[in-house]
């Protein structure tokens, strides 16, 4: 950490430069960012911060957790969306699911811009899916090697109809 000057006067507005040797952003375009001064200068308390990142690791493409069904009795359609935190465009191939009779789609296409988000949407037809737990996985293939291919959980319950 280093700055220009050591003191400043009373609500004097002080630029001051750190270096960040690890940073786990977590899925998130926003995150909060604490500095602790170790050998503050004599009546200094805080300091307002800002960050800006220059580079984002190109691995980082964020999923969901899971697909959450929820109670399901017919037709039922839920979405979760992929993030892409990288600094390219990322493309989406071939995506499938586990569960017999349901559906997966990328209705945006299979093109993610990056620092945006895509939509996966799941549906599940009419005739239902039979009774009881539901667990499955719907897996995306992209365009990432790091990423190849990703795996989002299917949580949920089917009633009878």
Excluded: W
């Amino acid at each position: 950490m280093r700055s220009e000057k050591r003191v400043f006067a009373k609500g004097e507005a002080a630029d001051v430069e750190v270096a960040i040797h690890s940073l786990t952003l977590e899925g998130k375009k926003s995150f909060p960012f604490y500095v602790e001064l170790l050998a503050p200068e004599e009546r200094v308390l805080r300091g307002n911060v800002s960050i800006e990142v220059e580079r984002v690791p190109a691995k980082l493409l964020a999923r969901p957790d899971a697909f959450h069904l929820g109670t399901v009795r017919g037709a039922k359609s839920v979405e979760v969306r992929i993030l892409n935190l990288t600094r390219q465009p990322v493309s989406l191939g071939e995506v499938a699911c586990s569960i017999h009779g349901a559906n997966v789609s990328l209705p945006e296409g299979s093109r993610m811009e990056p620092g945006l988000s895509v939509p996966v949407r799941l549906e599940v037809p009419e005739a239902g899916l039979p009774a009881g737990p539901v667990r499955g996985s719907v897996t995306v293939e992209t365009g990432l090697s790091e990423h190849a291919r990703l795996s989002i959980p299917v949580d949920g319950t089917a009633l009878r109809r």
